[in-house]
């Protein structure tokens, strides 16, 4: 079965760091895109970051400078730094995937469970 793990949210002041991880396992030939998504209370699931399969990214214009994803490929990881947070920033972060489970196959999508970022001010 493939899944999602996220770990890494958790409680930081204005102005700290995180860096979220989200681990893919199960029967996964390749990915062809890996994403960070937030939603804040009463709000819509907002797109952070993504990576391609070319390794070309793209970042919401409120994190651009701030937050940075990348990957390792050998372990099936995308990672979420997170620096100069601000308490804009509070939401559930989810991890998104587009994979194939085989040379060829159809594409598919998964979810991480999601993970809480909390910033004090």
């Known amino acids: 079965q493939v899944q999602l793990v996220e770990s890494g949210g958790g409680l930081v002041q204005a102005g700290g760091s995180l860096r979220l991880s989200c681990v893919a396992s199960?029967?996964?030939?390749?990915?062809?895109?890996m994403a960070w998504y937030r939603q804040a209370p009463g709000k819509q699931l907002e797109l952070v970051a993504e990576?391609?399969?070319?390794?070309?990214?793209h970042y919401a214009n409120s994190v651009k400078g701030r937050f940075t994803i990348s990957t390792d490929s050998a372990k099936n990881t995308v990672y979420l730094q997170m620096n100069n947070l601000n308490p804009e920033d509070p939401a559930e972060y989810y991890c998104?995937?587009?994979?194939?489970?085989?040379?060829?196959?159809?594409?598919?999508?998964?979810w991480g469970q999601g993970t809480q970022v909390t910033v004090s001010s």
């Open positions: 990576i391609t399969r070319i390794r070309t990214s």
């Open positions: 199960g029967n996964i030939f390749g990915f062809d895109a």
């Open positions: 998104n995937v587009d994979y194939r489970a085989r040379r060829l196959g159809v594409p598919r999508n998964i």
